[in-house]
C-alpha cells in the first residue's frame, strides 16, 4: 500500500528553527508538496520537489531524497502565524497525490 | 488568473436532510476537480474527483454522490445525511499538461455540521 508518515504535532519557539520530517513508500513518484493549513482554513501551497536537494524560499526550505524516501520542511525564525498544521502530499505514477495526515505546529512565545 | 469558489462556507443540517455544495472554477479550461473531506484534526480523505464532463470517479462507498454539469463546476449532494457526514469540505482543481507540476489548488472549504 501506499503510505505517507508525518510526525501528528510539534513544539517550537518563536524566533527559533524547526523541521518537520515526511517519509513516503508510494507506487511511483512524481513529486512532493508541502502545504500549510491554518485552523479551519483550506490548504495553501509552499513548495514542490521532484528532484533530490534543497528548495529554499525565504523563511521556508524543503529537501527531498529519492532513495530514501525522504523530505523535510524547515521552517526559520519562527513567527507566531506559522502555527498551523503542515501537510506532506506525493504525487504518485498515476499522478494521484497520496496524503499525509498532517503535523500540527505549535509555536510557542 | 484561475480561481475556485465553493458556497456555501457554513451549513448546520438536521440527520437525514439533503445536501448540496457547489463549486466552480474560474480562468481554467478543461480542469481536474476533486472533492476531499477532513475530519476534525485528520488528513484529507479524497471522495471524488472528475477528469471530465460527467465523469466522476468515487474514492470512498458512501451515501455521497458528486456530478460535474459543466466543465468548470463540480457539485457534491447527498439524499440524506448522516451524523458522519460532518466535517470540512474542500474543493480542489488543477491541471496535467506539459509543464504542469500536479499543484493542487483548494476552495475556501464548507464547514458541515450534522445535528
Known amino acids: 500500500g501506499q503510505n505517507i508518515d508525518q510526525p501528528t504535532e510539534m513544539t517550537a519557539t518563536e524566533g527559533a528553527i524547526v523541521q518537520i520530517n515526511c517519509t513516503y513508500q508510494t507506487s511511483g513518484f512524481n513529486g512532493l508538496f508541502w502545504y500549510q493549513q491554518h485552523a479551519g482554513e483550506a490548504p495553501t501551497f509552499l513548495s514542490y520537489?521532484?528532484l533530490d536537494g534543497l528548495e529554499e524560499k525565504g523563511r521556508f526550505s524543503s529537501f527531498l531524497s529519492r532513495s530514501k524516501g525522504y523530505s523535510y520542511l524547515l521552517l526559520k525564525e519562527l513567527q507566531m502565524k506559522d502555527s498551523a498544521s503542515y501537510l506532506c502530499?506525493?504525487?504518485?505514477?498515476?499522478?494521484?497525490?497520496?496524503w499525509g495526515a498532517g503535523t500540527k505546529l505549535i509555536i510557542k512565545p | 488568473s484561475q480561481t475556485i469558489h465553493q458556497w456555501p462556507a457554513t451549513l448546520v443540517q438536521p440527520v437525514g436532510s439533503p445536501l448540496s455544495l457547489e463549486c466552480t472554477v474560474e480562468g481554467t479550461s478543461n480542469p481536474n476537480l476533486y472533492w476531499y473531506r477532513q475530519a476534525a484534526g485528520r488528513g484529507l480523505q479524497l471522495l471524488f474527483y472528475s477528469v471530465g464532463i460527467g465523469q466522476i470517479s468515487s474514492e470512498v462507498p458512501q451515501n455521497l454522490s458528486a456530478s460535474r454539469p459543466q466543465d468548470r463546476q463540480f457539485i457534491l449532494s447527498s439524499k440524506k445525511l448522516l451524523l458522519s457526514d460532518s466535517g470540512f469540505y474542500l474543493c480542489?482543481?488543477?491541471?496535467?499538461?506539459?509543464?504542469?507540476?500536479?499543484?493542487?489548488?483548494f476552495g475556501e472549504g464548507s464547514r458541515l455540521t450534522v445535528l
Open positions: 520537489n521532484v
Open positions: 502530499a506525493v504525487l504518485d505514477s498515476n499522478y494521484q497525490l497520496i
Open positions: 480542489a482543481w488543477r491541471t496535467l499538461g506539459q509543464g504542469d507540476t500536479g499543484e493542487l489548488f
